[in-house]
Nanobody
Framework: QVLLAESGGGLVQAGGSLRLSCVVS????????MGWYRQAPGKQRDLVAD???????NYADSVKGRFTISRDNVKNTVYLQMNSLKPEDTAVYYC????????????WGLGTQVTVSS
């Protein structure tokens, strides 16, 4: 059982920065994808960025050049550095883990609120 614990959300002014962290426990998968999704009120949950166990990174077009996903294997933590934040980045951000075996197993964190004021 993989458990995810997010932290780092908060209130920030437009143009500011935040770093989200997600501590992963119970990972026994050799191959996996870790990432961040976000969900604004009344909207669907969308991918922000993800990173494979092999190091491949993928970003939503709306955050390219502003957000960076990274991983610390020693601390079992994935980060999302968010710079040049905009009011439209306001959402609940969820950590996501997909374990890849014969079938994929998907896990979610509880989410952390990010609010960007104009």
């Amino acid at each position: 059982q993989v458990l995810l614990a997010e932290s780092g959300g908060g209130l920030v002014q437009a143009g500011g920065s935040l770093r989200l962290s997600c501590v992963v426990s119970g990972n026994n998968y050799r191959d996996y994808i870790m990432g961040w999704y976000r969900q604004a009120p009344g909207k669907q949950r969308d991918l922000v960025a993800d990173m494979s166990s092999g190091g491949r990174r993928n970003y939503a077009d709306s955050v390219k050049g502003r957000f960076t996903i990274s991983r610390d294997n020693v601390k079992n933590t994935v980060y999302l550095q968010m710079n040049s934040l905009k009011p439209e980045d306001t959402a609940v951000y969820y950590c996501n883990f997909v374990g890849l075996r014969r079938y994929s197993d998907t896990y979610w964190g509880l989410g952390t609120q990010v609010t960007v004021s104009s």
